[in-house]
């Protein structure tokens, strides 16, 4: 608005994010924001899925000026949706209060495993149990460009793309990655997921059929669903 100007900065490195958040006083604003804060909200996500640790933020922010807020964030648990940032401050007397949705979506902990198709086969193979599968078919928001996807695909989900299963079917995706997680086992070991991911593509229909396997049932679902909703209508 014509009061604040907000900019968002992030870095992921596994199971952890660093989200910089810069909020400067817009150029036509010629009061300083009085009573400033800066929290993370959760929501329906919860603390156990996505712990949060934010500093605390100058109650004060003069004419022209500027202040930076770091949110650390891990993931203990999947989980769907994405928090968001309330921020709420005075200016003049009048009281203003808002919430920014931040794209901490899960398939930001995933880091990509390369591999050849041979192993990706046999890794696939492994997850047939009932429960460990989703699949759908769905329509694109956008136009399929079938040489483009496969970068998008890694982009987005973090997966790596298997190589020569692509080169052998161009409009198949099959990619494999490890949800990385803050959770630790009975030997105190951090809990690792692995997910693989085979994107079905008809660019006359504008249509896809997206599967994915995964270690465990509930990663396999929340997986399912943030992929879907980066490609789907």
């Known amino acids: 608005n014509n009061l604040i100007q907000v900019y968002i900065q992030q870095d992921y490195r596994g199971s952890q994010a660093r989200i910089v958040i810069m909020i400067k006083t817009a150029p036509a604003n010629m009061m300083p924001l009085m009573s400033l804060s800066v929290n993370c909200n959760v929501g329906a996500i919860g603390p156990a899925a996505l712990r949060?640790?934010?500093?605390?933020?100058?109650?004060?922010?003069e004419v022209g000026g500027s202040?930076?807020?770091?949110?650390?964030?891990?993931?203990?648990?999947?989980?769907s949706g994405n928090p968001a940032i309330d921020i709420k401050f005075s200016n003049s007397g009048t009281e203003y209060a808002y919430s920014?949705?931040?794209?901490?979506?899960?398939?930001?902990?995933?880091?990509?495993?390369?591999?050849?198709?041979?192993?990706?086969?046999?890794?696939?193979?492994?997850?047939?149990?009932?429960?460990?599968?989703?699949?759908?078919?769905?329509?694109?928001?956008?136009?399929?460009?079938?040489?483009?996807?496969?970068?998008?695909?890694?982009?987005?989900t973090g997966l790596a793309v298997v190589p020569d299963m692509?080169?052998?079917?161009?409009?198949?995706?099959?990619?494999?990655?490890?949800?990385?997680?803050g959770s630790k086992d009975a030997n105190q070991n951090q809990i690792q997921v692995g997910c693989l991911m085979m994107l079905?593509?008809?660019?006359?229909?504008?249509?896809?059929?997206l599967t994915v396997r995964t270690q465990i049932p509930s990663v396999s679902k929340t997986f399912f669903e943030g992929v879907k909703a980066l490609l789907a209508q």
């Open 52 to 61: 949060t640790q934010m500093q605390t933020v100058q109650p004060v922010l």
């Open 67 to 79: 202040v930076q807020v770091q949110l650390m964030v891990e993931c203990m648990q999947p989980y």
């Open 100 to 156: 920014m949705p931040v794209p901490i979506i899960m398939t930001k902990f995933i880091e990509g495993v390369p591999m050849q198709g041979a192993d990706f086969g046999q890794r696939w193979g492994n997850m047939s149990a009932e429960g460990l599968e989703m699949q759908g078919v769905f329509n694109g928001k956008d136009p399929i460009n079938v040489s483009a996807m496969p970068g998008m695909v890694s982009k987005v």
């Open 166 to 181: 692509l080169a052998a079917n161009p409009n198949v995706i099959n990619a494999a990655g490890t949800l990385k997680t």
């Open 200 to 209: 079905e593509m008809n660019a006359q229909a504008q249509a896809y059929r």
